[in-house]
């Protein structure tokens, strides 16, 4: 049975008030106030038939937004963004050393604010690189009335156009250390974790008393200090100058202090087709590596949005390259992130491995990229216009498995499939859904493939052929 269209159910409502003399002459007459009723009757009743229709492949593949998001929810994804990060050439021209504190606001040449990451000390007419964050802070205040065990608190939303990018919780002058799912917390420890559900609400959800964590009482008053950022920013350059949000003292005022280089252009939350990946990875791996062989889904959900990611043991290391004693207990990773240069790559990626398990070496191997050849041969029907149809399919190839696209994200651990190929081109080409098409997909492989190769494919991997069926001459009915 296949999908029913809106104009299905329009035309068999229409029809069914035949039945009704009275409605059906104002159906007739063209009413708005009967043809509004029955329109929007159709669209609800195409949409569930949509959803149903997906849902005969939910068994096999995570296909509605719904499920991505619950699956996500379950996986802790948090939609959090990604702040931008620079280095700031600043030099002191005052006469006695000038102390920049951790935590001053500083402002770009658009009006976003920066933050000094670490403090530094400046000596007299001498300059020092400083790093800097984009972000800004606001604290809410939350007291208890209903004390439970569990007790969450709800993180608001944005107030504008901004993301959500960090979270502290403070209870007077002790802070609570983030914990997820309370692993290795004692009972009435300062800790708390964070839940998101399927419509990406964020809770922050405290302990059980004398269980695990802090078990909140009537009265209890606590404090959340959220960080914001703008996502991703691109248009800034090295010289840019920035100013101090506030100038305090003569030596405020001569300060000077310019761009030297964006490290990390930040990026906003996961998108969904970005969900849609990390809802291939099992469940059972969760926010660990405790299992092992996920370290890629772990940096995924810390530093999307990811170009190309692969992380391999010295098992598949040695397989393609050969044995080495430096490939001992060795993880091997290559990547591409969003607007991070490879320096901060590195940097996040030692980090956030050595969190989970600090036992492993780690190797970075410098990303092959090699774009993928394909080959289209398709035929068509007269009436359709060649170059339109293959501008089409191009369009429909790139729009997923382009440079940037989660789909080729993945590397030899995801390899494109031809069957997915097709449904992709049936689906955006409508020239390919008549009785008279035909079209064949040709992938050419390298004859060895690393696990650092990274293969998208552009508009000139991509050749297209197409030809139109033509009329039988002489045969009036072809």
Not at 156 to 179: N, R
Not at 405 to 413: C, F, T
């Amino acid at each position: 049975m296949t999908t029913l269209t809106r104009e299905q159910f329009y035309r068999a409502a229409v029809d069914a008030t035949s039945k009704y003399p009275t409605v059906a002459k104002y159906v007739n007459a063209g009413d708005p106030r009967v043809l509004a009723q029955l329109s929007a009757q159709s669209t609800m009743l195409a949409m569930l038939s949509e959803q149903v229709e997906v849902a005969k492949f939910e068994p096999f593949v995570k296909a509605r937004d719904g499920m991505v998001l619950a699956d996500a929810a379950l996986k802790g994804v948090l939609p959090l963004a990604r702040p931008c990060r620079a280095v700031l050439k600043v030099t002191n021209g005052h006469g006695s050393p000038y102390v920049l504190a951790a935590g001053r606001r500083l402002f770009d040449p658009k009006g976003r604010v920066f933050e000094v990451e670490a403090a530094a000390t400046i000596a007299p007419g001498a300059t020092v690189d400083v790093k800097a964050i984009q972000r800004t802070s606001r604290t809410i205040g939350h007291t208890v009335t209903a004390p439970t065990s569990f007790y969450r608190i709800r993180v608001p939303a944005p107030t504008t156009d901004v993301y959500l990018a960090s979270m502290e919780l403070w209870k007077g002058s002790s802070q609570f250390w983030y914990s997820p799912d309370f692993a290795n917390v004692e009972a009435n420890e300062l800790a708390f974790q964070v839940e998101v559900d399927e419509q990406r609400r964020l809770f922050v959800c405290l302990g059980m008393r004398d269980v695990v964590g802090y078990g909140v009482l009537a009265g209890d008053t606590f404090e959340l200090r959220i960080g914001e950022c703008e996502g991703a920013v691109t248009d800034l350059g090295p010289g840019d100058t920035f100013t101090l949000e506030y100038v305090y003292t003569e030596a405020d005022g001569l300060l000077e202090t310019e761009l030297q280089a964006v490290t990390d252009t930040g990026a906003p939350p996961v998108t969904m087709d970005e969900l849609r990946v990390m809802a291939r990875y099992p469940s059972i791996y969760d926010k660990n590596a405790v299992y092992l062989g996920e370290f890629d889904f772990l940096l995924r959900r810390h530093i999307a949005p990811v170009i190309f990611l692969a992380v391999w043991n010295e098992q598949l290391e040695e397989a393609v390259r050969g044995p080495d004693a430096k490939n001992i207990n060795g993880q091997f990773v290559a990547g591409i992130i969003d607007g991070m240069t490879q320096i901060a790559f590195e940097e996040a990626v030692t980090k956030l491995m050595g969190r989970v398990d600090s036992s492993y070496r780690l190797h970075f191997v410098p990303v092959i990229e090699q774009p993928m050849l394909v080959s289209v041969t398709g035929r068509v029907s007269v009436v359709h216009d060649a170059d339109t149809v293959v501008a089409q399919i191009k369009a429909a190839l790139l729009g997923r498995y382009g440079r940037g696209k989660p789909e080729v994200s993945r590397g030899i651990k995801n390899p494109v499939r031809k069957q997915a190929i097709y449904e992709l081109l049936k689906e955006n080409v409508p020239a390919l859904k008549d009785a008279q098409s035909d079209v064949d997909v040709t992938l050419a492989m390298p004859t060895s493939t690393l696990p650092e190769y990274f293969m998208p494919m552009t508009d000139a991997s991509i050749t297209v052929t197409i030809t139109r069926a033509g009329y039988s001459a002489g045969l009036w009915n072809t």
